[in-house]
């Protein structure tokens, strides 16, 4: 098991709330902090008290309401101001104050941003480590120092970079993390550094690397090959300009790759969830391609892929999906072959291994679809409404569509209003139904329902969550082919896709929402005509 031997400390709720865009309450900061303790990670920080009022309010509530079994909270702030008292300094109490059991103090290490930044003399900024490390350890915080810039200010002036860290550990720092705070850093010259560094200071030393290059999580677990024992990073990569190093990749990369256990319990199979989790409080939109934790992380497309994964689905896979809580996908395309709809079938618990014919079919017409435009890539739900009319030899379905129809009016004060007309049988029985709604598909949507629902009550359930059109290529101006997608939920916690392309837009949306309506059906348990 992990213990203080290594820390895995999470920045999530402070640096990579600095990303653009993102903007955390107290209320999600808190909820953030149980996903990342169920993770396992051994420290949270939690923000800036005393600097940010919504962070001073975090440690507040975090007293009472939050209860961590894994993780320990951790405060943010700086080293006292120049020529100040630590005891005086009005950011030093607030640290206090804020009860964190850990406090993280960043510290200038470049001899230039001292100068420049801080405008003080280097020897002050020596004495505003030492001060401030000493005074919170005195007052019963552990502490930890972020060196700020640290490889930039060790290649302008070595002597003086390491000098910062002796002075922080000591004054009583148990780390000192080495921060690429620009992000520049290349993973071999960075390792070098880090050996250099704790050769000379003989201090333990820990990790924070941004992203700028592409090399965040490179930089980190290189940097633990040469010898430090704290990593620091970010919820997927979050974090200003191009993000801090994905703790995801570093974690699974440490504990899957290199065999060293630096989470506390089973957290890891669950990282999958907890990413996802995160990206639903944050309303970033989770990355699909995301090392170990992505949608796409594990899907496979190419027919050739496919027939090597049905020999053995290690064969182009570098873990097992499972262990980071995620799953392999096959992919349906114009790039598939009989293996691949054989694997997909299998997926969506169709065993197709001993109907040649239909998997040929199945083939053939996917492959015609998606010259006329389809994708089947994000649409599993229409993929299997066409697996299941070619096993069954016909098409079946729930309900028929006599015909639709949709007006878009604006009225006098401006006010644009559309109202839908569906003429559908169901069980036998014709069904004219009229909705209304803020655009031409929401108005079918609401009409279709309507039809159908006192047949088929389970309906009331179903939610259009997403709604994406795209104008396909070769295609120009308002006559091009386009493609919708729709993404449905409903009770069950569920959520599919479904696919219609069409030279209309409202066309393709009909076709869409229909196949989704059917595949909503068929997941409640009704059995097509």
């Given at each position: 098991m992990p213990d203080d031997q290594f820390h895995v400390y999470d920045t999530t709720l402070r640096d990579g709330a600095q990303q653009e865009g993102l903007n955390l309450t107290v209320a999600d900061k808190l909820v953030i902090a149980r996903h990342l303790d169920r993770l396992g990670v051994g420290f949270i920080e939690g923000g800036w008290p005393g600097a940010i009022p919504k962070d001073t309010e975090f440690f507040r509530r975090a007293q009472t309401e939050l209860q961590l079994r894994h993780a320990t909270l951790a405060a943010f702030g700086s080293t006292r101001k120049a020529g100040l008292a630590a005891a005086d300094d009005p950011q030093v109490a607030a640290l206090r104050e804020s009860r964190a059991p850990v406090v993280t103090l960043v510290a200038k290490s470049h001899d230039r941003h001292v100068e420049l930044a801080l405008r003080t003399t280097l020897e002050e900024n020596l004495a505003m480590i030492a001060d401030t490390v000493r005074h919170l350890c005195a007052e019963g915080q552990r502490v930890f120092l972020d060196a700020e810039h640290f490889f930039d200010g060790y290649k302008a002036n070595p002597a003086y970079a390491v000098e910062c860290v002796r002075a922080a550990a000591e004054a009583g720092a148990s780390v000192i993390a080495l921060c690429d705070t620009n992000g520049g850093m290349m993973p071999t010259e960075l390792g070098d550094i880090v050996r250099e560094v704790a050769l000379k200071s003989g201090a333990r030393l820990g990790i924070h690397c941004h992203d700028d290059t592409g090399c965040g999580v490179a930089n980190t677990l290189v940097a633990v090959e040469a010898g430090v024992s704290h990593v620091q990073g970010t919820a997927n990569g979050y974090g200003e300009r191009s993000g801090n190093a994905n703790l995801f990749s570093v974690v699974a990369g440490l504990q899957l790759k290199k065999g060293q256990v630096v989470l506390e319990g089973e957290g890891i199979t669950e990282m999958t969830r907890i990413a996802h989790a995160i990206s639903e409080v944050t309303n970033v939109t989770p990355d699909t391609h995301q090392p170990y934790v992505g949608l796409s992380a594990f899907a496979?497309?190419?027919?050739?892929?496919?027939?090597?994964?049905?020999?053995?689905?290690?064969?182009?896979?570098?873990?097992?999906?499972?262990?980071?809580?995620?799953?392999?996908?096959m992919l349906v395309s114009d790039m598939a072959g009989r293996a691949s709809v054989e694997l997909k079938g299998r997926e969506l618990g169709f065993d197709l291994s001993g109907d040649k014919e239909v998997i040929g079919r199945v083939t053939d017409k996917v492959k015609e679809l998606e010259a006329r435009g389809y994708s089947f890539e994000a649409a599993d739900a229409s993929f299997e409404l066409l697996l299941r009319?070619?096993?069954?030899?016909?098409?079946?379905?729930?309900?028929?569509?006599?015909?639709?129809?949709?007006?878009?009016?604006?009225?006098?004060?401006?006010?644009?209003?559309?109202?839908?007309?569906?003429?559908?049988?169901?069980?036998?029985?014709?069904?004219?139904?009229?909705?209304?709604?803020?655009?031409?598909?929401?108005?079918?949507?609401?009409?279709?329902?309507?039809?159908?629902?006192?047949?088929?009550?389970?309906?009331?359930?179903?939610?259009?969550?997403?709604?994406?059109?795209?104008?396909?290529?070769?295609?120009?101006?308002?006559?091009?082919?386009?493609?919708?997608?729709?993404?449905?939920?409903?009770?069950?916690?569920?959520?599919?896709?479904?696919?219609?392309?069409?030279?209309?837009?409202?066309?393709?949306?009909?076709?869409?929402?229909?196949?989704?309506?059917?595949?909503?059906?068929?997941?409640?348990?009704?059995?097509?005509?």
């Open positions: 496979h497309k190419a027919g050739l892929h496919a027939s090597a994964i049905r020999v053995d689905p290690m064969l182009y896979q570098h873990i097992d999906p499972a262990q980071v809580g995620n799953d392999m996908r009319d070619e096993l069954a030899g016909e098409r079946r379905r729930h309900f028929t569509v006599e015909s639709w129809r949709v007006i878009v009016e604006q009225r006098e004060d401006g006010a644009v209003t559309s109202e839908a007309t569906v003429r559908v049988v169901a069980k036998g029985e014709r069904v004219v139904a009229v909705g209304e709604g803020n655009g031409p598909v929401n108005a079918l949507d609401r009409a279709l329902r309507s039809a159908l629902e006192q047949t088929f009550p389970e309906l009331a359930t179903l939610e259009l969550t997403d709604y994406k059109v795209r104008i396909l290529e070769g295609s120009a101006g308002t006559g091009a082919i386009t493609r919708v997608l729709i993404e449905s939920s409903d009770a069950q916690d569920g959520t599919w896709s479904t696919v219609g392309v069409d030279e209309n837009v409202i066309s393709a949306s009909w076709h869409a929402l229909e196949e989704a309506v059917t595949y909503g059906l068929l997941r409640a348990g009704r059995v097509p005509e």
